[in-house]
């Protein structure tokens, strides 16, 4: 979703899964002045069930991807979920990614943040879970701003602190309400902050 929304202000190669498989390093070929990695293993309540596909994609396809452009300029899009602590495997594993790209990157910006499809697609929305995230055709201009800028380091990237019902009320007004604790599969934060 974040690189098909990255075309639209930026000319890059994105090659698909069937020519360039991050869990497999002899796939990933070329050399690339800058790197901009946002595959990712992201069904939350699936993690907790198949932890060793997460783990391979976002913890060993990055280190596949780092390894494979040592001197690039390395974008890692991680997420706001990894604070204060990763609560569940997910964020865990998005964590374990940024460690990787700190450790063999010396050229790197990581991008903490949250982005969702506009218009909201769910049927309900957290009342008690805070981001500072917002719509992917409103996140992607910030993530290439950064990018362009040659920004370096770790940064938070958002719109402010609210509700996930908040935002999703501003393209599904009638949204139904629901809590964090009701979701029983996997455990989730109430604020990311």
């Given at each position: 979703m974040?690189?098909?929304?990255?075309?639209?202000?930026?000319?890059f190669?994105a090659?698909?899964k069937?020519?360039?498989?991050?869990?497999?390093p002899k796939?990933i070929k070329?050399?690339?002045?800058m790197?901009?990695?946002?595959?990712a293993?992201t069904?939350?309540?699936?993690a907790?069930?198949?932890?060793?596909?997460?783990?391979?994609?976002?913890v060993?396809?990055?280190f596949?991807m780092?390894?494979?452009?040592?001197?690039a300029?390395f974008v890692y899009?991680?997420?706001?979920?990894v604070?204060?602590?990763?609560?569940?495997?997910?964020?865990?594993?998005?964590l374990?990614?940024?460690?990787?790209?700190k450790?063999?990157?010396?050229n790197?910006?990581?991008?903490?943040?949250?982005f969702?499809?506009?218009?909201?697609k769910?049927?309900?929305?957290?009342?008690?879970?805070?981001?500072?995230?917002d719509?992917?055709?409103?996140i992607?201009p910030?993530?290439v701003k950064e990018?362009?800028k040659?920004?370096r380091?770790?940064?938070?990237?958002?719109?402010?602190r609210?509700?996930m019902?908040e935002?999703?009320?501003?393209?599904?007004?009638d949204?139904?309400?629901?809590s964090?604790d009701?979701?029983?599969?996997?455990?989730l934060?109430?604020d990311?902050?």
């Amino acid at each position: 979703m974040l690189g098909t929304e990255m075309k639209k202000y930026l000319d890059f190669y994105a090659p698909p899964k069937s020519v360039m498989d991050i869990t497999k390093p002899k796939t990933i070929k070329g050399k690339y002045y800058m790197v901009i990695h946002c595959a990712a293993y992201t069904n939350v309540p699936q993690a907790e069930i198949d932890k060793e596909e997460c783990f391979r994609i976002n913890v060993t396809g990055t280190f596949n991807m780092v390894n494979s452009f040592p001197k690039a300029y390395f974008v890692y899009i991680s997420t706001e979920h990894v604070y204060p602590k990763p609560v569940n495997f997910y964020c865990a594993t998005k964590l374990w990614g940024e460690e990787i790209v700190k450790a063999y990157s010396k050229n790197y910006l990581i991008i903490r943040t949250l982005f969702k499809k506009n218009p909201f697609k769910y049927e309900y929305a957290f009342f008690d879970q805070i981001t500072n995230g917002d719509y992917v055709d409103v996140i992607t201009p910030m993530i290439v701003k950064e990018i362009l800028k040659g920004t370096r380091g770790t940064i938070n990237l958002g719109t402010g602190r609210k509700t996930m019902l908040e935002l999703a009320r501003r393209t599904k007004p009638d949204i139904k309400a629901n809590s964090v604790d009701d979701i029983k599969n996997v455990k989730l934060a109430h604020d990311y902050m």
